[in-house]
Structure formats: structure tokens, C-alpha cells
């Protein structure tokens, strides 16, 4: 807020045209101490955007979204109406790993960074979709393999230095059926695709990434045991993205990752807003 008398004066001083226009509302700006639009937005608003294609990689968060069969279903709460006090508002119960999301490396790794840690330049970068989706359909325990990425190479180029790589198995398709996304048998056992531990571990060591994504629950397939794939991409410092959405519509290379991801502070992780431009 500025005080009247400083905009009073203010407006002693430039004409009406000037008031009104871009270096008037500078000035104005400028004497109220603020920073000043003249600084930032209208010399970006000028500058032609860099991409025309944006992709939402992110999945409503509903309330009856699957969950993760050990965390808590979410809650939203309305604490106040329009109708009834002027403003609306409610109170969000989540669990971190709800909705689409990301696993900060301390989720796993005594000592990773947490989500107010990870450094925001590792949220934009290059984004390689590598599709088992074929597979999937009919084996929901398969995973992203060595040769998946290998493959993937072949055809698109070596993966880009500081690349996110995601993978495409269609279970994105699932989201409104939490009994067909989560995919549990008769002994509760989950089956859904996901990295294996040695496509993790080449991706750490042979190439140069900065997180991974699913469109599943999870980086590691719903049978796997003991989380090989995030105890391997972890505590390298890798970051996860899980139930990404809508990866069949972006192309598998080309593209540059944003990751809106939360910022509290000693996260494990949190509901993120996942974009692909291009
Ligand atoms: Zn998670």
C-alpha cells in the first residue's frame, strides 16, 4: 500500500497520459518503496515466450484419488463460504505422497535433501518419456529396464545431460479406478509397472539425470521388495515424481520438464504441479 499523500504528489508530477501508462504506474510504484512493475513483468511481457506447447502432467487431486495402500486418504474441509462469511476457504488434510507428487531423496536416504533443499534449478530440465505402456497392458509387473533406455537411445539420442526421465506405462488411464490402479491380488500383493533396480542404478551411474517419474504409485513395481529402485535413485540425490498424468500425450523427446514442487520445510516430499513445455 502506498500513502495517499506520496501518490498525491506523485501525481503532481506526471501527466494524465503518464499516470495511466506503464511509466506513470513505474513512478507510482517506485515512490511507494514497492518494486516496481517497470522492473520485472513488462519488460518479460515483451519478450516472446519460448515455447507454445504446454503440457499438465498433474492429476485433480480429488478427494477419492487412489492412494498409496499404507498412507492416509486425504480430506478437504470447508471452513468458511461466500454465502456465510464473504471468503472460501478450506482446510487441506494430506498426507506428502498424495496426488501427484514428488519424493524429495531424504525420503529414503538419511541426509538427501528435503523438499525446501532441493536446489529449483533441478525442477526444470529435459524431459524424456521412455514408454513400456505395450508391455503393460498385458504384464502389469514388468519395469523399465537397462534395455528400455538403451532402446529408448536408439531411436531419440543419448539422454540429455540433466534429464528427468518418466516413465509411460498407461496407468494413468486408471486414476478414477483406485481397486485398478492399486491392482492388489488375493494376498494383497500390488502389481503395477515401475524402474527396475538395475535401470535405476544405470541411470545414476552411466548417465546424467536429476529425478525420475511414474505414472504409477511408484518408482519401484508394486511387487518388487525393498524398494530397489528408490533406494538406488535416493540417495544418489535423484528426485521422484509419482501418479504423473497425461505422459501418452507428450512427445517422448523434445520437451522441458517443470516440477511446481512443494517447499515446507524438512519435506519428504508433496503434491506438485507437474508441467512439460515445449
Ligand atoms: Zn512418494
Known amino acids: 500500500m502506498c500513502a495517499p499523500s506520496v501518490i498525491d504528489s506523485v501525481r503532481r508530477t506526471v501527466s494524465r497520459r503518464e499516470l495511466f501508462g506503464a511509466i506513470g504506474g513505474a513512478t507510482l510504484a517506485a515512490a511507494c518503496g514497492q518494486s516496481t512493475p517497470a522492473e520485472a513483468p513488462p519488460e518479460s511481457q515483451r519478450q516472446p515466450r519460448t515455447f507454445d506447447r504446454i503440457f499438465d502432467l498433474t492429476h485433480v487431486l480429488t478427494m477419492s484419488i487412489p492412494v498409496y495402500p499404507t498412507l492416509t486418504r486425504p480430506q478437504m474441509n470447508q471452513t468458511s463460504s461466500l454465502e456465510e462469511n464473504g471468503v472460501y476457504n478450506n482446510d487441506l488434510i494430506l498426507g506428502e505422497h498424495t496426488g501427484t507428487h514428488i519424493d524429495a531423496p531424504m525420503h529414503f536416504a538419511e541426509g538427501g535433501l528435503t523438499t525446501d533443499q532441493l536446489p529449483a534449478a533441478r525442477f526444470f530440465a529435459p524431459l524424456a518419456v521412455v514408454s513400456i505402456a505395450a508391455r503393460a497392458s498385458d504384464d502389469p509387473d514388468t519395469a523399465v529396464t537397462v534395455d528400455d533406455i538403451l532402446s529408448w537411445e536408439q531411436e531419440h539420442g543419448r539422454l540429455p545431460e540433466g534429464a528427468f526421465v518418466a516413465m ?18 488375493e494376498a494383497g500383493v500390488t502389481h503395477y509397472p515401475g524402474f527396475s533396480g538395475d535401470a535405476a542404478a544405470f541411470l545414476c ?18 511387487n518388487a521388495e525393498g524398494y530397489p529402485a528408490h533406494r538406488t535413485f535416493l540417495p544418489a540425490g535423484k528426485y521422484g515424481v509419482e501418479l504423473m498424468a497425461n505422459l501418452a500425450t507428450v512427445p517422448a523427446v523434445g520437451t522441458t520438464i517443470i516440477v511446481g514442487a512443494p517447499k515446507h520445510e524438512r519435506g519428504s516430499g508433496g503434491p506438485a504441479r507437474i508441467f512439460a513445455v515445449s
Open 168 to 185: 509411460l506405462s498407461g496407468w494413468g488411464d486408471r486414476i478414477g479406478d483406485a481397486d485398478a490402479f492399486t491392482n492388489a491380488d
Open 205 to 222: 551411474d552411466e548417465r546424467d539425470i536429476v529425478g525420475v517419474g511414474v505414472d504409477t504409485f511408484s518408482l519401484d513395481t508394486g
